[in-house]
């Protein structure tokens, strides 16, 4: 790929996903956009690089855009913020205010297996949440990922990740050589397509927010400012989860850790008072 190409495919992801690209990560988009030229006809990567120069936008740009996504999921990943989110964070909420209606932003979802691991998290401890709502929103950039996640369809490999077999047992049923998500489990996630470089003001407000394993695509602007929107439509005495890899330290002064707990934040008063 000629370095003019490269360059451009760059900073065309950059604005339309905000994913930032080494040097050294031309084999990745070679190897992910030579089937999206096949599949649009064209004879390579060169040519769908000119069609994007002059249509930066469209259904060509977005299968690009999508192509680019990565969507590595798996049920309970990392185990901690499930437990955290029924042991602590759910309860403190209801604690605080009286009230028993929570809502959750699953940002950059993937094929559904987070919300859906926060869906059967919920309906295991139904029990210690008495006449608790919790509404689930699950977004992600990619439309095709997220048409998996509502049909909540899944292959052996995919429920022998993470899942306890009993959950299999209990919350999926078999079809054919796949999985499915029972409908009361699906019922309790809605899945939405979303670019987290767009405005946030149509999402609304948010008790809780999983934005887990996505910062680490982005650079430190980009990072800064996803975060610094978040901590607007976060509730005051809301909570924000990050993945593993992932912290605020040096990127935001938005959020700060949130009693010691690894990968959980709460917003910082003063970013509150100003925002």
């Known amino acids: 790929m000629a370095a003019g190409d490269y360059e451009f495919l760059q900073q065309f992801l950059k604005q339309r996903s905000g994913l930032n690209l080494s040097q050294e990560k031309q084999y990745l988009i070679e190897s992910r956009l030579a089937p999206v030229a096949r599949k649009v006809g064209l004879a390579g990567v060169e040519q769908l690089v000119a069609r994007l120069r002059t249509a930066p936008s469209g259904a060509v740009a977005d299968a690009v855009v999508e192509a ?17 989110f029924v042991s602590f964070v759910v309860p403190s909420l209801i604690d605080r205010r009286g009230s028993r209606r929570i809502r959750v932003w699953c940002a950059a979802a993937s094929t559904g297996q987070e919300p859906y691991s926060l869906a059967m998290t919920l309906k295991e401890n139904a029990h210690l949440l008495p ?6 929103l699950a977004t992600d950039l990619a439309g095709h990922v997220l048409e998996r996640a509502r049909a909540g369809l899944y292959s052996a490999f995919e429920v022998q990740r993470g899942l306890p077999i009993q959950y299999l047992l209990k919350y999926f049923e078999q079809k054919g050589d796949q999985w499915q998500i029972r409908p009361e489990i699906r019922a309790m996630v809605q899945f939405r ?12 407000t948010f008790d809780i927010i999983f934005c887990r394993n996505v910062l680490i695509y982005f650079d430190i602007p980009t990072k800064a400012d996803v975060l610094s929107r978040m ?5 005051p005495d809301g909570y924000l989860v990050l993945g593993a890899a ?7 002064d938005a959020f700060r850790s949130a009693s010691g707990r690894p990968g959980l934040y709460v917003a910082n008063r003063l970013a509150e008072a100003t925002a």
């Open 68 to 84: 680019m996504t990565t969507n590595e999921s798996s049920f309970f990943r990392d185990k901690t913020p499930f437990e955290t």
């Open 131 to 136: 006449g608790v709502t919790v509404e689930i």
């Open 193 to 204: 397509q979303f670019n987290l470089l767009q405005s946030f003001a149509g999402l609304g």
């Open 231 to 235: 901590a607007k439509v976060l509730a």
């Open 246 to 252: 992932e912290t605020v330290m040096g990127i935001s």
